[in-house]
């Protein structure tokens, strides 16, 4: 998929809420671009003497709705458009589960496998310190994404603590935990993709801890979501990773794949109490519910007709394409989309946000309680919404969060 298909597919998703909404042509157009884009070129002295430049980005969509928040990828491939679409994106996200921000994304053209941690950690604080005059704790928060993780947001926070004189917990999430991090931020993103299955399986008359389910992609969001699926009794009967797929239609032993396999050489293929099959055959498994964990574009014009779930709960961000969408559409099977189904991650980096804003941080428990709560309340809107136009629960996601972002655009009225 090219970086201006990525912004084109966002632009279309906001056409399609529109034209549900009425909405007003002006108010259209603004919402079709983004309020803000930082492009900066920046030197870093590498560890050879040598110095190299890099670019980087940071797009804010839109602040109506409060501060904007959004990751920071470090990939050969970002560009701006394709942190414009994802910025758009996660505008959308934040209003379906109904938290008061607007989306940002940004990032540094990068392949972090040819630099040593020291060169990372320089261009770290150095690209940080280009774009300090947009982010910011009370304006723009950045996190974690491909590419970058705790320790990236570890040395953001520590560069621009230096920069006002005080330590800014609050200018980052995804932080780690000994410096304003969250508790249970690491599994917010799985926890959040049971919560919509589990609802989604109440609305379909079907039992959540007698399903059988597949899980495709086994990092940080699959293998959480596969754990906590095992813990409340279903059956995972087939997982993968980027090595390939393995079946067991008695079910699998999630713990211990995470525990033996995660992150070793060959991966859970190493496993043997199973069939080996490849992604592709994954995806065609006969299962109640399929759970895209991996990457973008999974689930294709090319394999949609095989799904056999009745549920799709998308983990990972864009795993279904449009065409796909329609296919499983008129399958009957019902796709609880990635602004929902995966918004677990930034709701509990809202959580965090707001614990070191306070300097006062909260149990385990407390979080993913009022996790459960907000998911909960989000798939309630949405389905609600699905019910009354008739149509599909990612149509019926954007309207509420086009929606709700108009409106309070609107409300807040055009400066000066
Ligand atoms: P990760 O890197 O921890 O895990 C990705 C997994 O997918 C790995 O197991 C990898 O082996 C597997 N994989 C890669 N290519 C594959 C392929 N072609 N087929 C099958 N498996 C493949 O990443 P993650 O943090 O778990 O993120 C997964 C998805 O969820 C991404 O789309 C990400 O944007 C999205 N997401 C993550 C979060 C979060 O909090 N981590 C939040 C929202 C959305």
Not at 255 to 264: A, F, N, P, T
Request: charged share 25%.
């Amino acid at each position: 998929m090219s970086e201006i298909n990525v912004l084109d597919m966002a632009r279309k998703q906001l056409a399609v809420a529109a034209q549900y909404l009425d909405l007003d042509d002006g108010l259209h157009a603004v919402l079709a671009q983004p309020k803000r884009q930082v492009v900066v070129n920046f030197p870093v002295v590498m560890d050879n003497g040598e110095v190299q430049c890099f670019q980087g980005y940071r797009v804010q969509h839109n602040s109506s709705r409060g501060p904007t928040k959004g990751g920071l990828r470090y990939h050969p491939e970002v560009d701006l458009d394709e942190a414009t679409a994802l910025a758009m994106w996660m505008t959308w996200k934040c209003a379906v589960v109904n938290i008061p921000y607007g989306g940002a994304k940004g990032g540094v053209k990068v392949n972090t496998k040819l630099l040593s941690k020291r060169e990372l950690e320089k261009l770290t604080r150095r690209f940080i310190s280009e774009i300090n005059i947009v982010v910011g704790e009370r304006s723009d928060i950045p996190a974690p994404d491909v590419g970058t993780n705790a320790q990236t947001m570890a040395w953001i926070m520590d560069t621009l603590s230096m920069q006002v004189g005080y330590t800014l917990p609050g200018c980052v999430t995804g932080k780690p935990i000994e410096l304003g991090g969250s508790e249970g931020r690491v599994e917010a993103t799985g926890r959040g993709v049971i919560v919509s299955a589990m609802e989604a399986c109440k609305v379909l008359g079907m039992d959540f801890s007698e399903s059988k389910i597949v899980v495709q992609g086994f990092g940080n969001v699959g293998s959480v979501a596969a754990e906590l699926a095992e813990e409340a009794g279903a059956k995972v009967i087939g997982v993968s990773d980027a090595t390939g797929a393995i079946y067991n239609e008695k079910g699998l032993p999630i713990k211990e794949l995470y525990q033996r396999y995660s992150g070793v050489e060959g991966g859970i293929r190493n496993y043997k109490d199973c069939e080996h099959i490849s992604n592709t055959d994954l995806l065609a498994l006969k299962c109640d519910i399929l759970m895209p964990c991996a990457i973008q574009a999974q689930i294709t014009d090319e394999n949609a007709a095989d799904v056999k779930a009745k549920l799709v709960v998308e983990g990972a961000n864009g795993p279904t394409t449009l065409e796909a969408d329609h296919t499983l559409s008129d399958k009957g099977i019902m796709v609880v989309p990635d602004i929902l189904a995966n918004a677990g991650g930034v709701v509990t980096s809202y959580f965090e946000w707001v614990q070191d804003l306070q300097n006062f941080f909260w149990e385990e428990d407390e979080v993913n309680k009022r996790l459960a709560r907000i998911m909960q309340r989000a798939f309630a809107d949405v389905y609600a919404m699905q019910q009354k136009h008739k149509t599909d629960m990612r149509t019926a996601a954007m309207i509420i969060a086009v929606d709700r972002v108009a409106h309070a655009t609107t409300v807040r009225g055009i400066f000066p």
